[in-house]
């Protein structure tokens, strides 16, 4: 990705030094005071090698209503994340450690990614689309209906190593007017690819019971989807990726009393997903093997919406936590797509 920190910085399209934002206060929340932190707990030993002895939870951003769908920019050393009902697209700086508004308002946008040529891509609730911010700033839209109908609230994105675009489209977003604007869906409950060439929109899940996060396997032959309103619990499903088309749909993880969000991917096929039902237990991030297996878990006082990989080698998780963003080096870095 061959993207200039000049051209990066015209992708809000905003003057965001007008819009700079005191540090926030955060004692409310400490860090811990001991080495290893408590908080991260390996549940199975094969959790213990992604640990880090010496690293510890930290929150870098409070004072939100909804944070979700980070998204890490590498070449500028960034993090960029939603906070949904304030309508503001969040940054980070992980130089300074100051936050400021990127993008306000920003069509209450929830999830995030990057193509394969460093562009951000957003999903929109109350346009109802999914964008893409070009190096000058301006949005351009790539879809925001399929068969003539508009799309309900597009959710969680990622970009396949072909370009291709894979989104989740449920009605959360517009169910009220609290992340967006009260409307009738019009569409099933899909999981779409959009062709980077021709932007044609193509159902790889149809009628999929509340579709949220989503990411693939490092080697891209699997790919995990929330389904956040199967009952009676929460699942995580798989299917395998045979030429852009799922197939042997099956249940992957049973949450149980849980409630996963978004998800990602480590190098080892290993899946971090954000949790939580809020109560101390499960409030946080938890870790399950290739196998579906749990095998760690990260306890925050919140709980979790969506994560990603990111820092300067990729070992750094940051963590979309209701009103907060925390982060936590670990000894494993963020699935890098064939």
């Known amino acids: 990705m061959a993207t200039s920190r000049r051209d ?60 979700e769908g980070p998204v890490w920019f590498g070449d500028m050393r960034m993090l960029l994340w939603s906070d949904i009902p304030n309508d503001a697209i969040m940054r980070w700086d992980e130089l300074s450690g100051q936050t ?42 790539l879809a925001d209906s399929f068969d003539g109908k508009p799309l309900n609230s597009p959710n969680d994105i990622v970009v396949k190593s072909d370009g291709s675009i894979w989104f989740t489209d449920p009605p959360f977003g517009i169910s009220g007017f609290y992340e967006g604007h009260k409307a009738t869906p019009e569409l ?74 978004g998800i990602a991917c480590d190098s080892d096929g290993n899946l971090w997903c954000g949790w939580g039902q809020g109560t101390e237990e499960l409030d946080g991030v938890r870790v399950f093997n290739t196998q579906g297996k749990h095998i760690g878990t990260i306890q925050l006082p919140e709980r979790c919406a969506n994560l990603c990989f ?18 936590l080096y670990v000894n494993i870095q963020g699935a890098k797509l064939v």
């Not at 990614?113 to 109350?126: F, P, T, V």
């Not at 999914?130 to 000058?136: G, K, M, N, P, Q």
Request: charged letters at 25%; a positive charge.
């Open 8 to 67: 990066l910085l015209k992708l809000s399209g905003i003057a965001t030094a007008s819009l700079l934002l005191s540090q926030k206060s955060f004692a409310a929340w400490t860090s811990s005071a001991r080495y290893p932190d408590p908080r991260i707990i390996a549940v199975d030993d094969s959790f213990k090698p992604y640990m880090l002895s010496s690293a510890k939870v930290e929150q870098i951003a409070t004072g939100y209503r909804w944070a």
């Open 100 to 141: 400021s508004v990127f993008r306000h308002p920003a069509n209450y946008s929830n999830g995030h990614a990057r193509d394969r040529q460093g562009r951000l891509i957003s999903c929109e609730h109350d346009t109802r689309r999914i964008t893409r911010t070009e190096y000058d700033g301006s949005i351009t839209v």
């Open 188 to 261: 099933p409950q899909n999981v779409y690819r959009l062709d980077p060439e021709t932007r044609k929109l193509t159902v790889v899940l149809g009628d999929v019971n509340g579709p949220n996060g989503l990411c693939f396997s490092p080697d891209e032959k699997i790919l995990y989807v929330v389904e956040s309103r199967a009952k009676p619990n929460r699942l995580i499903l798989a299917w395998d990726v045979v030429d852009n088309t799922l197939k042997n749909k099956r249940v992957h993880i049973d949450c149980g009393n849980g409630t996963a969000d």
């Open 310 to 327: 990111g820092g300067e080698k990729g070992n750094r998780l940051f963590m979309a936590s209701s009103t907060s963003v925390y982060s």
